[in-house]
């Protein structure tokens, strides 16, 4: 249970962060570190699911921390897709943006991992 980063591909360009039951807000922090060391071992371009069709309640605290994710990303970061959000964290994440004065959190939300995949493969078409 927890948050765990994983390649989702052997070619290393998307990366899945699973959210599965409870989670803390620490559990957050060590995923940005985590994903910030897997983003800097390549020189290439990486996507982004937050898988979170198995995740418990949000804690506390999370406005702050998404802002200094988004603020920390790695500048190799691609598009950020979320799956299976429910209504509280497409809400908080709208609070965050409206609140930051800018998208610091450029998010798309969807309810399967097939759409994710669709969202990713347009984004990389339009990078061409």
Not at 2 to 26: Q, S
Not at 69 to 86: H, L, Q, W
């Amino acid at each position: 249970m927890g948050i765990r980063p994983v390649w989702d591909n052997d070619e290393k360009t998307i990366v899945r962060h699973i959210y599965d039951g409870r989670w803390t807000l620490e559990d957050y922090y060590n995923l940005i570190g985590e994903h910030r060391i897997m983003l800097k071992d390549v020189d290439h371009t990486v996507d982004i699911i937050n898988d979170l069709r198995t995740a418990g309640p949000v804690p506390g605290g999370m406005a702050q921390a998404i802002k200094y994710a988004a603020r920390n990303a790695p500048p190799n970061e691609g598009v950020n897709v979320i799956v299976g959000a429910n209504e509280y964290v497409k809400a908080l994440i709208e609070l965050v943006n409206r609140t930051a004065g800018t998208d610091v959190t450029e998010v798309t939300h969807v309810a399967t991992l097939e759409e994710a995949y669709a969202i990713i493969a347009e984004h990389r078409a339009s990078r061409v």
